[in-house]
């Protein structure tokens, strides 16, 4: 597949992404050289340095026959512009990055393939339903559900009060109890559980489960005494703070904090909530943290424009009480960090835009594909075409990687957890969970 690339937005996760398959990737920029180079010199890819919108690089690069054609510069308008350049060379496919939630809008679909766009991405709105996941259960770091909850993934940090640990995961998740333990983060390593494993504390785990088994797995991994989020504090009145508001249940009321009083005047206009208080401070004053009840507080959501503010400032939070915390980090460095100092949910919208757009990379049909930055693992949801190998015989005959999982399916609607003994059908919707660079072998199998 021939892939150009403009603008260097997420470039670093969906280069990783996109060099594991039998692709030809170009990226062209006409900024930010080192970082070009370091990424030339990672990855078996091209780079041009020019502009995005230059017709005569793009047809230089081979624009016209290019399979897939993404614009992520920062600029919304380069991007639209690239798209339709691109387009009319004769790619394939176009697809833009922008930064107003007006173009996701379904009525502006018939207007944007005239433009040459046959897709866009606005990181800000993936960013909020992982923030809104995460708050929703304020005893897990991360959640990610399969045909509206038919399945859940739940990533898990093990505590003391844990029932379930230190015994091999034979003993506790056989084939016919409600989870499996799909994946396992201790310290730097990445763990790809087999039956004698277990789970010790501390560690990061991932269970796959049904909708209605959530609260049995509250219970065997002692988050009981949790409290459910009914109060959020947020700092950073940015995009993303606005786009997580608006699809905020009902039920929680925030307070945002904002630096900039010009900028909280804006954002008072754009909620008609009445349970939305904007609050013109610096979200990490302990007095006025104090004063506005903190203490009171179930979340604390950072997601200023420096990742050193949300990263302290969850810290803050956390040593003030507040049990859950979302930090917005964007720096990859400082993922592992952050992951060390136990904040909990992290939002990257690189990696979460890399995710997104690997997607439609894939020849097999995948509806969602997510890579789990904190565990270096990626998670796929296949359906298996009529005929496909995987569909042949039963799961504990594939001869699968041992290092891979499949760890649930939906049929007809309905979530169901796999064994061995299960046999795939045509049309399931099936998750597949391996380390990174293994997702392209599994798909040989559903094709």
Not at 282 to 296: F, H, M, T, W
Request: proline content about 3%; some cysteine.
């Amino acid at each position: 597949m021939k892939i150009i690339i403009t603008g260097t937005f997420g470039i670093g996760t969906l280069t990783r992404l996109l060099s594991r398959g039998d692709n030809e990737i170009t990226i062209i920029n006409d900024t930010d050289n080192e970082r070009m180079e370091k990424i030339a010199s990672e990855y078996d890819i091209l780079t041009m340095h020019a502009a995005p919108t230059d017709q005569q690089a793009l047809k230089d690069a081979g624009a016209g026959n290019a399979d897939l054609f993404i614009a992520v510069t920062l600029d919304q308008n380069k991007n639209i512009v690239a798209c339709g350049i691109a387009k009319r060379l004769g790619a394939k496919k176009t697809v833009a990055k922008v930064v107003e939630w007006k173009y996701t809008e379904p009525q502006m679909q018939e207007t944007l393939e005239g433009m040459g766009i046959d897709s866009v991405i606005y990181p800000e709105a993936l960013a909020a339903k992982d923030i809104i996941s995460g708050l929703k259960m304020s005893w897990v770091r991360q959640r990610w559900d399969v045909h509206d909850g038919a399945l859940v993934l739940l990533g898990i940090k093990i505590r003391e009060t844990c029932r379930i640990m230190n015994q091999p995961l034979k003993n506790i998740s056989g084939p016919d109890d409600p989870y499996h333990v799909v994946a396992i983060k201790r310290g730097g390593e990445t763990i790809m559980p087999s039956g004698n494993d277990e789970l010790q504390l501390y560690d990061l785990a991932y269970f796959m489960t049904t909708k209605n088994f959530i609260p049995r797995i509250r219970e065997l991994v002692g988050k009981e005494t949790y409290a459910d989020v009914k109060n959020v504090m947020m700092m950073g009145g940015g995009s993303t703070a606005v786009r997580a508001i608006r699809e905020l249940p009902d039920y929680m009321d925030v307070k945002l904090f904002e630096i900039n009083e010009q900028r909280c005047e804006e954002l008072v206009e754009k909620f008609d909530r009445s349970n939305v208080m904007i609050i013109h401070g610096d979200g990490r004053d302990v007095s006025l943290l104090k004063e506005e009840n903190i203490g009171n507080t179930q979340a604390f959501v950072a997601l200023t424009n420096n990742d050193e503010t949300n990263i302290l400032a969850c810290i803050m939070a956390k040593r003030m009480g507040v049990r859950k915390t979302v930090a917005m980090v964007e720096n990859l460095d400082y993922m592992a960090m952050a992951t060390s100092l136990d904040i909990g949910t992290i939002i990257n919208k690189r990696a979460i835009t890399g995710s997104y757009i690997y997607q439609m990379l894939l020849d097999a049909n995948v509806l969602n594909v997510r890579f789990l930055m904190t565990v270096n693992a990626d998670i796929a949801e296949f359906i298996p075409q009529e005929g496909s190998k995987v569909t042949k015989k039963p799961v504990k005959e594939l001869n699968l990687p041992p290092t891979v999982n499949i760890g649930g399916l939906v049929r007809n609607g309905v979530g169901m957890l796999v064994s061995g003994n299960t046999q795939i059908q045509a049309g399931d919707e099936v998750m597949v969970f391996c380390p990174s660079g293994d997702m392209k072998k599994m798909e040989k199998l559903f094709v």
